[in-house]
């Protein structure tokens, strides 16, 4: 499996630190980021203090990141990184660290077959959060996203709950069409435009093509996914 070389910095407004990693691509095992001084994670390093920003940034193609519980699994926080020297301070609810929690990282690389894009989502339900990718998506094609994990349907992740939300990020230089939300029946319930992100024409920012929120998509089993992407 590849690797890349990721980076988070964060802080509030009275200091900041720097946490690396040589992180393996589509993997959040193994996956923690460590302080470029200590070499401690997160919580072992800085207990209890309060983040209300972030820096992530990853090599080449796409990555997630959360600020999890090492024991209870719990995730306080999560997004995306931007290309390396693409990135800018991003601003998040204030949190403060466990001595239990740990920053991770989900990187995925350009895929290099032509008219091929790898995608990401973070879902956000009554139930929770997930991330969910899709591997060699098929220009102009609706592509299925499973949880990353587990590699379960929205419906089978997130039955008998609320979509509250959807971020999407595709690897550099691609674009997001849309990303559908497809019943059991095969209807779609919904459809939401995306866009290209970086340092490219039209693009809102560095981190996400498409962000989505105060939604209230009731999810039934056999609900789907699905994504359209076009590649650069």
């Not at 990718?133 to 590699?151: F, G, I």
Request: charged share 15%.
């Amino acid at each position: 499996m590849t690797t890349q070389a990721v980076s988070i910095t964060t802080g509030n407004p009275t200091f900041s630190k720097i946490f690396t990693d040589a992180a393996t691509d589509g993997v959040w095992s193994g996956n923690v980021l460590t302080d470029t001084i200590s070499t401690q994670n997160i919580g072992i390093l800085i207990p209890n203090a309060t983040l209300s920003w972030v820096q992530p940034e990853y090599e080449a193609g796409l990555m997630a990141w959360r600020l999890q519980n090492a024991q209870t699994l719990a995730v306080s926080r999560f997004g995306f990184g931007t290309k390396a020297t693409f990135n800018s301070k991003v601003p998040i609810a204030p949190v403060r660290v466990s001595p239990n929690d740990i920053l991770t990282a989900y990187p995925l690389p350009v895929d290099g077959t032509a008219n091929k894009t790898n995608a990401l989502a973070w879902v956000t339900t009554s139930k929770g959060v997930e991330l969910f990718d899709s591997l060699a998506v098929t220009d102009a094609t609706a592509t299925e996203m499973k949880t990353a994990v587990n590699n379960q349907t929205l419906g089978d992740a997130f039955f008998n709950s609320t979509l509250s939300a959807i971020a999407v990020q595709v690897e550099d230089g691609a674009i997001v069409d849309r990303i559908e939300i497809v019943d059991n029946l095969g209807g779609v319930q919904m459809t939401v435009q995306g866009n290209v992100r970086g340092q490219t024409p039209g693009s809102r920012n560095s981190y996400t093509n498409l962000e989505c929120s105060g939604l209230a998509v009731p999810i039934g089993k056999g609900f789907k996914l699905n994504i359209v992407t076009v590649s650069e």
